[in-house]
């Protein structure tokens, strides 16, 4: 899904929906549990683009389906709002990532779960294997440990002499250990050292700009958590404080002013996740459902943090670029 498709959809009325779809509509109502760390305003685009999904495949709220939105302001509160849904008995547990799938894991092994961007089900044994999840588990992925090192690449192509790079990484997030993972073995093929700069919270964040500037590093890779996504300004802001250049995962975060970003395309890896909850909806098991992996990606640069950095971005990354913000 391009970006300006999901603007179009978000758009849309419930009036536009097809006949055919509304007459899939049933008088039973289902519930979706939606567990998410983060705040609604966060993450209020993906909620929309979800539900654009939904009501595209017959489902309206209040109608046929109702949500249930529970939000963790600290991963810890996590377990006990997955609790929380599972004493609710939703018919589906719509879980964002892996910190989130982690918590709903751990709550029921009987309700399915669906993830929508997940960066390593495998490697953290939430799924069998992409063909075949087993348990009640399934969703899309971004397989992040391929794509942390394309960033690091970027990084090193807007800084061709940079000899150590920072990376910032949601300390919580049960993913990042084999992002790091990945980011140690593209660093000794591009021969820079990393500095890891783990944040727990967004109170850490001001503590990593001060260690990367006590050790002269005017670089970084974010790696995209939700830490990291979900307190996208403040990070903005510091960079241009400490005059850092970030390379992020998510172009949500170069949209609220940061540097660069690539990765898959998140909003389309949230719609798509909307057909999963259908076909469990529909009596399918998450077993058998293949995980699938993201199909389209997004370069998004913002020319207007670039000039108060005083960088000056390689035309190639711009000819390669989805997304220019002047």
Known sequence: MRRRD????????????PLSARGQQSAQIARIGFLRFGSPSTTARRVE????????????????IVIEFRWADTVEQL??????????????????????????????????IVFAVHADPIGLGHVGSLARPGGNITGLTNINTDLIAKQLEMLKELFPQATRVGVLFGST?????????????????????????????????????????????????AVATP???????????????????????????????????????????????????DKILKGAKPADLPVEQATKYRLAINLKTAKALGLTVPPTLLARADEVIE
Not at 49 to 64: A, F, I, P
Not at 239 to 261: C, F, M, P, R, T
């Open 227 to 277: 830490v990291i996504v979900n307190h996208r300004e403040q990070l903005a802001e510091l960079a241009l404080k400490y005059q850092v250049a970030v390379v992020y995962g998510d172009a949500e975060n170069v949209e609220a002013g940061g540097l660069i970003s690539y990765g898959a395309d998140f909003y389309d890896l949230v719609w798509r996740a909307a057909s999963y909850i």
């Open 6 to 17: 999901v603007i179009g959809l978000l758009g849309a009325s419930a009036a536009a929906w």
């Open 79 to 112: 377990p006990a709002l997955s609790a929380e849904l599972v004493r609710l008995n939703v018919d589906v547990i719509f879980a964002m990532s892996s910190t989130e799938v982690e918590a709903a894991r751990q709550a029921t092994k009987t309700i399915p």
């Open 173 to 221: 997030s049960p993913s990042h250990r084999p992002a790091l993972e990945a980011l140690q073995a593209a660093s000794a093929k591009l021969g820079v050292q990393l500095l890891m700069l783990p944040a727990r919270t967004a109170e850490d964040f001001e503590g990593a700009f001060s260690t990367m500037a006590r050790e002269d590093v005017r670089n970084f890779v």
């Open 49 to 64: 683009v979800l539900r654009v999904g939904l009501r595209e495949l017959g489902y309206q709220e209040g109608r046929n």
